[in-house]
């Protein structure tokens, strides 16, 4: 559930591989008086889906070449979106059924939904996996707290166990080859990101070490971000066979709170960020020349 606090949409330049050094926030899609969380990008980054609060929380897609918002799902409270890989499928969690469930949008905006999952107990979408068969959700238990699994989109939707452990493990994502799950556990006794095969579980590191959330992929699927105290965190992650995690790298700071992030085709950082009490949003402070900080770092 979202608290009362007001969320500002902002797409950030700061990863465009296009610039050697880093600005300001700009491009403000909605006004500040919006709550809005949980922003994912279609593939080919033409449209985003997002939660936006009206009488009840709802997903919503936003056509980035029509400027235009079409309602997406309808009854209960909706959260999380995930366009399928391919772009043509569109998954939530919603408690329109009672307790949190994952369904599965045909059509993105127009068409039925699914319910891929049932039961008591409360899911929360986490993503794909590459193949675009299956969904990845986290699953509570009232003994033993978050576990992970998959579930296909077509069929049998039995749950798959992917991680399963006497902690949470939350905030999971599939990186765009299919070979790792990142995802945070709190076996430490905080929130920690942590990285491990897909079809080999027994292939695992732990990548932050001072508190990990939001792992996002790249789009190369070597390059992993996560947030820490405020910052945005980059490491380095092998394309081969193994499991080779390079030292987590900060890019820049802000102490705003986020609700939601994505990492756009072309680069980008696309936000929903605690909007300015001000109600102005526009500007913060951010690690200008970060990219070649970033080069020098990972030459050391």
């Not at 897609?61 to 799902?73: K, Q």
């Not at 490491?235 to 986020?258: N, Q, Y």
Request: with cysteine.
């Amino acid at each position: 559930m979202l608290d009362a606090r007001e969320f500002v949409l902002f797409v950030n330049i700061l990863w465009s591989p296009r610039l050697k050094m880093a600005s300001s926030w700009h491009d403000s899609l909605l006004s500040n008086t919006t709550t809005c969380a949980y922003v994912a990008l279609s593939p080919d980054g033409k449209r985003m889906a997002l939660v936006l609060e009206g009488s009840s929380f709802d997903v919503w897609v936003y056509d980035l070449e029509r400027g235009t918002f079409t309602r997406a799902s309808f009854g209960g409270d909706d959260y999380r979106p995930a366009f399928s890989p391919d772009g043509r499928l569109l998954a939530y969690d919603s408690s329109k059924s009672g307790a949190q469930q994952v369904f599965l949008k045909h059509g993105i905006a127009q068409g039925e939904d699914t319910a891929l999952t049932e039961g008591p107990e409360d899911k929360a979408l986490q993503g794909w996996t590459a193949d675009a068969r299956e969904v990845i959700f986290a699953r509570h238990n009232k003994d033993t707290g978050w576990d992970l699994y998959a579930a296909a989109v077509v069929g049998d939707h039995k749950p798959r166990p992917l991680v399963v452990a006497p902690f949470n493990q939350t905030q999971a994502a599939v990186s765009p080859d299919g070979k790792w799950l990142a995802y945070v556990s709190d076996e430490s006794g905080q929130p920690e990101v942590f990285v491990q095969g897909m079809k080999d579980p027994g292939m695992r590191a732990q990548i932050s070490s001072e508190g990990g959330s939001a792992p996002r992929w790249s789009r190369s699927s070597n390059e992993l971000l996560f947030l820490s105290k405020n910052r945005v965190m980059s490491v380095k992650v092998g394309t081969g066979s193994g499991l080779a995690p390079g030292k987590p790298v900060a890019l820049f700071e802000d102490k705003k709170e986020w609700s939601g992030y994505d990492i756009a085709p072309d680069g980008p950082l696309v936000v929903t960020r605690e909007a300015d009490s001000n109600g102005s949003g526009s500007q913060i402070n951010v690690v200008t020349g970060w990219f070649e900080r970033l080069k020098q770092e990972q030459r050391k």
